[in-house]
């Protein structure tokens, strides 16, 4: 517990409606999408990268953890206060500064939601790809935090490539502008280590990002298969043909069911797989893309393949991928999204391990990938009153995140380790990755600040780094 | 104290021939001159051929307080701010193995010291290729492109290094061999130390091997040469270019001065005040076509004053003359000088505009060519020690009224040595307090980027 007078002092800082200490908001500020839920001591709102800067320089005073948090729709607990101190929203910084075409530039806060900013881009012709399935809720601080991804990434590539620069308040509140507006500025790319840094070394108070102009047309398809290895399989035969296409997204029958009680996409419910497929470029090359694309489905048994016709029906589809998460959470809030990845030529090897070990633990698994990327989001169902079926659940996630690492490949694409994945680092990176890591950690924030608790399993946390080296 | 350092020394050099071999290790002045950097002829070169030697030799330079400098293929170790020290040149090129190609996942895995030319031979045989494309790419190893972060035209259409590289292996200075990264796309496991590495010169660690992306080699490519008698002109063809849904592949630009092979490869020529606009395109024929029309009708539409459309052996005849300006510039005179400038995209025609009057008030010939969508704009001339020094802070003047900035690359050693080669930055302590947390004896490439700041 932080003191009263401490509250008093963030309340004098960012003024009194915009610190929150009442149980009600502790309470709605304890958790995120995971199950964990831990009560930070207050909350604050501030607006400026000032006040930012004085509630570090006052936590640094007092040794008081920070939280810095956008939405709260991450997936790994990476915003849940275990150590308690403050937690730093900043949804009121929502300011979009600069928008510059000719630049290929946006200058934003970083509370801005991310469909906000792609709504002032459209008119402009312009859009930023990362596309988190959040992206109606999630803030563009909170997709630097966890390094996004979405299912653009897979022509565009993810978060990191479209962040430029970053203005960043230090753990003791020493204000700092890494990256630049123009390219290859010198020295290390402290940008590079901050983005998917998950509010440990941190907080992002402004960001410069990279836009593009839109496509001029895009294409959108639905293929349904009658066997999971078709689908998959005809996911590596389009990758392995050279096609990139804007997005490939896979769904299982298990979540096509779940998807189609609460929106109505015009998924079919009887299939064992779907892929949804865009492509786009100019207007000239589409029609042979789409061919290419059918020819491989057709190949691999496809039993139907609609292309979408108007914008409504290009809508449809995606709205059920998009509400995929929150019709599960409708049916079963309880749920394990794991986030491994695999080599992309390993797709349907994965998927064929996730269906094994959903046998194998009894529990039910809905699945839907970033496919073309390899990235899976197995939904692991339980109930949260049987003990035993959550157990069961953990340590099939596990189970899944120790294949994908058996097949090289990662345990988190785009969702970040938060306290999710913690136990899963050990398997991942050898005791010198963690060290170097560390390392980081301690030069940016020595005194263990910024979202303390996070990321490393507990054990990592004896010895390095040696208090050497990096004393100011 | 002095002798005992000198012992300590004594017994490292003996141990460097039980580590490497003795036949990896070259002494001697024939040997060493060759490795001579920034004015400092090193002790000598040891070349290691796995990452366990390298990680004992650095063990062992930590105890002897040893300065290590790491080495490629040596073309990109005049850049930059100079070294303190160069005991020993620890040179990769007896690492240049490919390690695993996964064709069907598009990655390669290297070892550092394999030459990024090499490479995509190699790669060329299975119809694939990897993006990367800097100065000197037929003779620079992929760890010390990763290293420098050097990336070429293609970045436009494919990302710089930070893109296509997707995990290294390192050696750190205190000698932990890490993995960062991996082979997929996608991966936010931990703090990003591939990253890291990127850019970092040598000086937080020696990359042994790398993750690279690779893409498959395209059906269909061609390059619209376009000359211009005015820049402007050329520029806004660059901005509305860059405002349409077109994706080329390079967009570069070379002026009278650095474009006049370039103009005789095809069969043009280049007058006073003219420039030359090349902009490439690849991928399926159809998309190459409409390139192909869209871009000549772009440049006509904007006055140039002729426009070929080149492919097949043309083509790369005369990208092969724009690849050779920047060794031809800078060997063309002793006292040649190369430097970047770095600027917002839209403001690259008023950094082309400053660059000549700058030279024109000099009295100068300021040769130019750029990275037209990426803001970058390179700049040669030749001239004596002072006046080099004053042309270059005008320049980093008209940069940094532009909101960028302007790097001395390529100079003479005293011009490097008195210059202030970094622009200003206020993350520098930052960096600073890095590099100690990773080098705390500062063993490797000690001065070399912010370890010349003080």
Redesign the interface.
């Known amino acids: 517990m932080i003191a009263q007078s401490i509250i008093k002092e963030l309340a004098r800082i960012v003024g009194k409606k915009n610190t929150l200490a009442d149980l009600k908001d502790l309470i709605a500020y304890s958790y995120d999408a995971t199950m964990r839920q831990e009560l930070p001591d207050v909350i604050v709102l501030p607006q400026s990268t000032a006040e930012v800067s004085a509630i570090l320089k006052l936590a640094h005073r007092e040794k008081i953890a920070v939280v810095p948090r956008g939405a709260g729709t991450n997936l790994s607990g990476g915003t849940i206060p275990v150590k308690g101190g403050i937690i730093l929203e900043i949804s009121r910084m929502n300011r979009i500064l600069e928008i510059?075409?000719?630049?290929?530039?946006a200058v934003v806060e970083p509370g801005v939601i991310n469909l906000d900013l792609q709504n002032a881009l459209a008119p402009l012709?312009y859009f930023y790809p990362p596309d988190p399935a959040s992206q109606k809720t999630s803030t563009m601080g909170g997709n630097i935090g966890?390094?996004a991804?979405g299912p653009l990434?897979?022509r565009y590539?993810?978060t990191?490539?479209y962040v430029f620069g970053m203005e960043v308040v230090?753990a003791d509140g020493e204000v700092?502008?890494?990256g630049?507006?123009?390219?290859?500025?010198?020295?290390?790319?402290?940008r590079?280590?901050f983005?998917?840094?998950e509010g440990?070394?941190g907080i992002a108070t402004k960001l410069t990002l990279h836009i593009i102009?839109?496509?001029?047309a895009s294409q959108t398809m639905l293929a349904i298969f009658d066997r999971l290895e078709d689908c998959s399989q005809a996911v590596?035969d389009i990758?392995?043909a050279?096609i990139v296409p804007e997005a490939m997204e896979l769904l299982d029958q298990n979540i096509c069911r779940v998807i189609e009680q609460s929106v109505k996409a015009g998924y079919p419910t009887d299939a064992a797989g779907i892929l949804l497929i865009e492509v786009a470029?100019?207007a000239?090359?589409l029609e042979?893309q789409v061919q290419e694309i059918s020819q491989f489905c057709q190949k691999n048994k496809v039993r139907e393949l609609r292309i979408a016709q108007t914008n409504a029906e290009r809508d449809a589809i995606w709205a059920g991928r998009r509400g995929a998460f929150g019709s599960v959470a409708r049916i079963c809030p309880p749920y394990i999204v794991c986030d491994g990845?695999?080599?992309?030529?390993?797709l349907p090897e994965a998927l064929h391990k996730v269906g094994e070990l959903s046998k194998q633990y009894k529990v039910l698994i809905v699945n839907v990938a970033?496919a073309g990327?390899?990235?899976l989001h197995p939904l692991i169902l339980f109930d949260v009153n049987k003990p035993e079926e959550q157990e069961a659940a953990k340590k099939a996630g596990a189970d899944i995140l120790d294949a994908c690492i058996a097949m090289?490949?990662?345990?988190?694409?785009?969702?970040?380790?938060g306290l999710e994945?913690m136990d899963a680092?050990r398997h991942?990176?050898?005791p010198?990755?963690?060290?170097?890591?560390r390392?980081?950690?301690?030069?940016?924030d020595p005194d263990d600040i910024f979202n303390p608790g996070k990321?490393f399993p507990p054990e990592a946390e004896a010895g390095l780094?040696k208090e050497?080296?990096?004393a100011? | 104290m002095d002798n005992t350092v000198s012992q300590e020394k004594q017994a490292f050099y003996q141990k460097l021939g039980e580590i490497a071999g003795a036949g990896n290790v070259l002494t001697g002045e024939k040997a060493t001159a060759p490795y001579n950097v920034d004015g400092i002829t090193p002790r000598a070169i040891a070349c290691p051929t796995s990452t366990e030697q390298v990680t004992d030799i650095i063990k062992e330079a930590n105890k002897a307080r040893i300065a290590l400098v790491p080495w490629g293929s040596g073309s990109k170790q005049q850049i930059g701010p100079c070294l303190e020290a160069a005991d020993i040149i620890l040179c990769l090129k007896n690492m240049n193995q490919i390690v695993e190609l996964d064709a069907s996942n598009y990655t390669v895995q290297v070892q550092a010291g394999l030459v990024n030319g090499e490479l995509q031979k190699q790669l060329a045989e299975k119809s694939l290729f990897f993006p990367l494309d800097p100065f000197y790419m037929e003779s620079s190893t992929t760890g010390g492109e990763i290293a420098a972060n050097t990336s070429g035209p293609r970045r436009i259409m494919y990302g710089t290094v930070r893109d296509l590289v997707l995990g290294v292996t390192a050696v750190t200075p205190t000698g932990d061999i890490i993995h960062t990264g991996g082979k997929t796309m996608k991966n936010v496991a931990g703090i990003d130390l591939c990253r890291m590495y990127i850019g970092s010169w040598g000086t937080l660690g020696i990359i042994t091997e790398a993750v690279l992306r690779l893409f498959p080699l395209s059906e269909a490519s061609k390059g619209i040469y376009a000359t211009f008698a005015s820049a402007e002109d050329a520029f806004r063809t660059v901005g509305q270019l860059l405002n349409s849904p077109l994706t080329p592949s390079a967009i570069e630009l070379a002026d009278w001065i650095a474009g006049r092979k370039i103009a005789e490869a095809i069969g043009s020529s280049l007058n006073e005040g003219e420039v030359l606009l090349i902009v490439n395109s690849e991928g399926t024929n159809d998309g190459v076509e409409r390139h192909g029309k869209d871009i000549t009708s772009l440049a006509g539409a904007n006055r140039a004053k002729s426009t070929f459309a080149l492919a097949d052996e043309k083509a790369s005849r005369a990208w092969n003359a724009y690849r050779g300006v920047h060794e031809a510039m800078l060997g063309a005179s002793p006292s040649a000088l190369q430097g970047k400038a770095s600027v917002p995209i839209s403001k690259l025609g008023d950094m082309y505009k400053e660059a000549k009057k700058i030279g024109a008030s000099q009295g100068v010939e300021i040769g130019v060519t750029a990275h037209c969508g990426s803001g970058i704009l390179y700049t040669y001339l030749a001239e004596e020690h002072e006046r080099l020094v004053r042309i270059t802070d005008e320049l980093k003047r008209a940069a940094a009224s532009l909101n960028g900035f302007f790097l001395i690359e390529s100079a003479p050693l005293s011009v490097r040595k008195g210059a202030d080669i970094l622009p200003p930055r206020n993350d520098y302590p930052l960096m600073r307090r890095l590099k100690t947390e990773f080098d705390p004896n500062n063993i490797l490439n000690p001065g070399r980027l912010v370890g010349g700041l003080h």
Not at chain 1, 213 to 216: D, G, L, N, W, Y
Not at chain 1, 439 to 444: L, M, Q, W
């Open positions: 510059n075409t000719a630049d290929r530039r012709g966890e390094n991804g990434c897979l590539g993810v990191s490539k230090l700092i502008n890494i630049d507006y123009v390219e290859d500025f010198p020295g290390y790319d402290l590079g280590l983005i998917g840094s440990m070394l102009p839109k496509p001029e590596s990758i392995g050279g470029g100019l000239d090359t042979k990845t695999v080599p992309r030529d390993k970033h990327d390899g990235n090289g490949g990662t345990i988190s694409g785009e969702h970040g380790i994945k680092m991942m990176f050898d010198a990755d963690m060290a170097a890591m390392r980081v950690k301690h030069v940016f990321m780094p050497k080296g990096a100011r």
